[in-house]
């Protein structure tokens, strides 16, 4: 059975930072590529950042030098550090799970989802 334990969401002024940790189980780790997608209230969902079992990393151009995502194979776990918050990085944070970059960036084509944190950027 895969499962996403999801934690690190919360409320934070704007400029500050937050950190989400996701540590999934029920599949091999090295065999997917592992990340986070957000939505805020009425919009789409939209991807963040993803990590691979090679250590790349990619982002959104929206979060590009602001967060960085990390990950540990050994504890099969992902951490998406986040900087420099703005109003507008408000939303429900996903974990997910992808079997390969195209699939989590262009076609969409995920193949498990975590339950959501959420985080809310806030004066």
């Known amino acids: 059975e895969v499962q996403f334990v999801e934690s690190g969401g919360g409320l934070v002024q704007p400029g500050g930072s937050l950190t989400l940790h996701c540590s999934p189980s029920?599949?091999?780790?090295?065999?997917?590529?592992v990340g986070w997608f957000r939505q805020a209230p009425g919009k789409e969902r939209e991807r963040v950042s993803s990590f691979s079992g090679d250590g790349g990393r990619h982002y959104a151009d929206r979060v590009r030098g602001r967060f960085t995502i990390s990950g540990d194979k050994a504890k099969n776990t992902v951490t998406l550090q986040m900087n420099s918050l703005k109003p507008e990085d408000t939303g429900v944070y996903y974990c997910?799970?992808?079997?390969?970059?195209?699939?989590?960036?262009?076609?969409?084509?995920?193949?498990?989802w975590g339950q959501g944190t959420q985080v809310t950027v806030s004066s």
């Open positions: 997910a799970a992808a079997r390969t970059l195209h699939a989590f960036w262009v076609a969409r084509e995920i193949d498990y």
């Open positions: 029920g599949f091999n780790f090295d065999d997917y590529i």
